[in-house]
């Protein structure tokens, strides 16, 4: 839920509409590729948002999924071993 609500802000922000215009004809695959590059530059400049270390972080997420598997919606249940295997 809250995943989607910072979707419909981040979409909606002046500044990723003018980002998302300017792949022109590919516009259809904008979303992905800002969506891409918004978490690359969040990882790459992780220890300006948060103190703990990114490995410890992403180590501790993927933890709690495990912990909460089955009480996780279908797909993240199926998805979440993978992102952990493939970090």
Not at 35 to 57: E, Q, S
Request: charged share 25%.
């Amino acid at each position: 839920m809250r995943h989607r609500r910072i979707d419909r802000y981040t979409d909606a922000h002046p500044a990723v509409a003018a980002a998302r215009a300017r792949f022109g004809p590919l516009r259809r695959y904008a979303g992905i590729v800002l969506d891409v590059y918004f978490d690359h530059c969040l990882a790459h400049g992780w220890a300006r948002w948060d103190a703990t270390p990114l490995d410890a972080f992403t180590a501790r997420v993927y933890r709690v999924l495990g912990e909460r598997r089955g009480v996780l919606p279908p797909r993240l249940a199926a998805l979440a071993p993978r992102m952990a295997a493939q970090d």
